[in-house]
C-alpha cells in the first residue's frame, strides 16, 4: 500500500486545530475552526473521492481520538467518509495505549510497525491530520504522496506540519487546483533529496 498524508494548512503553515474551537487546544492555541469558514462542496468531494481510494486509515494518537469520538456515532453504512472509516482497519501509533474500541483497530508501536503495513499490497494507508506522526514519517521517508489544503487565512501560532528540523526532501507536484474559497490543493510526491546550485 502507499501511504498517503491529506491535511489542511494555514497560509503559514498551521495545522493545528482546524476543525473546530475544542479540537485541539494544546499549547494555549486559540484559532481552533479556522478552516470552517472555507468549506465548500468542491473541497467536500475531493475528500470523499479520496476516502473512497483508502483500504485502511493510519492514525496519531490525538487525531485517533477525535474520530473515535465522533464518527462511530455516524451509522449510516453508505455515508463516503464515516461507511469507510468505521469499516476498514485503522492502525493508531501510540506507545501507551493498552486498547483501542473502535471496531476494527490496531495498535502500532513503531515506525518499523508501520514499514510492514507499507510493504503490504493495496491501494492506500491514509493518513489525515496526525501531526506529530506526519512529521515522523516524512523523515524517515514513508510517505508516497502529500495531499495539502492550502487555506487563505494566516494565524501566527500553532504546530506547523513543517517544523524546523525536518529532513530535507525534494517534492515533486503532480496535481493543483483552487476552490471557490480560495483555498488550494497541491498534491506532492517525494523526489529524493534537494538539489542545489548559484546563480
Not at 469558514?37 to 470523499?48: F, K, L, M, R, S
Request: hydrophobic share 40%; proline share 7%; charged share 20%.
Amino acid at each position: 500500500m502507499k501511504i498517503t498524508l491529506a491535511t489542511f494548512l494555514s497560509l503559514d503553515g498551521v495545522m493545528q486545530g482546524p476543525g473546530g474551537p475544542e479540537e485541539d487546544t494544546s499549547g494555549g492555541f486559540e484559532h481552533g475552526g479556522w478552516q470552517f469558514p472555507y468549506a465548500g462542496e468542491d473541497t467536500g468531494a475531493q475528500i470523499i473521492r479520496w476516502f473512497g481510494e483508502a483500504d485502511a486509515f493510519l492514525l496519531g494518537r490525538r487525531t485517533y481520538d477525535i474520530f473515535a469520538g465522533h464518527w462511530p456515532a455516524v451509522t449510516d453504512p453508505d455515508d463516503p467518509i464515516a461507511g469507510p472509516l468505521n469499516a476498514l482497519p485503522k492502525y493508531v501509533v501510540s506507545t501507551t495505549m493498552k486498547s483501542a474500541d473502535w471496531h476494527n483497530t490496531t495498535i502500532v508501536r513503531s515506525l518499523d510497525d508501520i514499514a510492514a503495513l507499507r510493504a503490504r499490497p493495496g491501494r492506500e494507508l491514509q493518513v489525515h491530520g496526525s501531526g506529530m506522526l506526519a512529521q515522523a514519517l516524512l523523515d524517515r521517508g514513508l510517505i508516497d504522496e502529500l495531499r495539502l489544503w492550502t487555506f487563505p487565512v494566516v494565524l501566527g501560532s500553532g504546530k506547523r506540519l513543517f517544523e524546523p528540523g525536518r529532513v530535507p526532501t525534494a517534492l515533486r507536484l503532480i496535481e493543483s487546483a483552487t476552490a471557490e474559497s480560495g483555498c488550494v490543493l497541491n498534491v506532492y510526491r517525494p523526489a529524493g533529496k534537494p538539489s542545489y546550485g548559484s546563480f
